[in-house]
C-alpha cells in the first residue's frame, strides 16, 4: 500500500511498494501525469484531467495507467465499470486500492475498492483529502497534502520512501525535500498573513466606502453618478 493525499493544488505520494512486510523499493513514482477528458454523462459536464495517484498493488496501478494515459476521453459510464471490475479483482487477491485523479481545475475524483467513489468537487480552503494505508493516521490533522504523507511515513510501516508532488495549477513536478518543503511553509505563511490583512483591513474599508456612497449617491446629480 502507499499515502496519497491532495489540498486542492499539491498531490503528493510516498514512494514506498512492500510485498507483505517486505520493502520492495522506496523511489516508486506514484503519481502519473495525463491529459484526458472526463464526461459526465447526462448532463455533459467535461473536467481535464491532468494527474492522478494510485495506492494498492502494483498491477492494479497497472491498470489503471494503461486505461487513464491511453485514453483521449474517458465516459463516468465506463469509468464506474472499469472500477467494478477492478473492485471484484481486489476482493479475490484481498488487496484494496485508492485512486485521487486531479482537473486542470482543481477538482478532484476519488476512487477506491470501498465504494468509495466520490464526485467531482472542489476542497474547501485548508481541506485535505488522504486515502491509502496511511490515511488512518492523517484524519482532519493537517492543512496540507505534504504534512499528510510526511506524518503517514511515520506512523504507517508500509508508507515510507521518496514523497513525490505534483502542482495540479502550474503542472510541476517534483520531489519534496527539505528546501521545498521549507519555501512552501514559507509561502503558507505569507498567504495567511494576506488573507488576515485583507480581513482586518480592506474588507472593513471597502465595505465603509460602499456604505457611505450608497448614502449619499441620491445628492449627487445624475451626471456624476453616470
Not at 468509495?116 to 497534502?145: E, F
Not at 505534483?166 to 521549507?182: D, H, S, V, W
Not at 498567504?191 to 482586518?200: D, G, R, T, W
Amino acid at each position: 500500500m502507499t499515502t496519497i493525499a491532495f489540498d486542492g493544488e499539491y498531490l503528493v505520494a510516498d514512494g514506498r511498494v512492500t510485498r507483505d512486510k517486505e520493502i520492495i523499493t522506496d523511489t516508486d513514482l506514484k503519481i502519473t501525469p495525463c491529459d484526458f477528458e472526463y464526461i459526465v454523462s447526462g448532463n455533459d459536464v467535461r473536467v481535464q484531467v491532468t494527474a492522478f495517484a494510485c495506492s494498492g498493488s502494483v498491477n492494479i496501478i497497472e491498470d489503471f495507467e494503461y486505461l487513464f494515459k491511453r485514453r483521449k476521453q474517458v465516459k463516468d459510464t465506463e469509468l464506474n465499470d472499469f472500477i467494478l471490475r477492478q473492485q471484484k479483482r481486489a476482493h479475490r487477491t484481498k488487496w484494496s486500492f485508492s485512486v485521487i485523479l486531479v482537473t486542470d481545475c482543481g477538482n478532484f475524483l476519488c476512487l477506491g475498492t470501498h465504494g468509495d467513489h466520490q464526485p467531482s468537487r472542489t476542497l474547501k480552503d485548508g481541506d485535505v483529502v488522504v486515502l491509502g494505508s496511511g490515511s488512518i493516521h492523517c484524519v482532519n490533522l493537517y492543512r496540507s497534502a505534504f504534512d499528510a504523507v510526511k506524518h503517514a511515513c511515520i506512523k504507517d510501516p508500509y508508507t515510507g520512501g521518496v514523497i513525490r508532488y505534483y502542482n495540479c495549477r502550474t503542472k510541476e513536478a517534483g520531489i519534496c525535500t527539505e528546501e521545498f518543503l521549507i519555501q512552501f511553509r514559507l509561502q503558507q505563511k505569507y498567504k495567511a498573513i494576506c488573507v488576515s490583512l485583507n480581513k482586518l483591513f480592506v474588507e472593513p474599508v471597502f465595505s465603509l466606502v460602499s456604505r457611505l456612497w450608497t448614502s449619499v449617491s441620491h445628492l449627487l446629480p445624475n451626471r456624476f453618478i453616470n
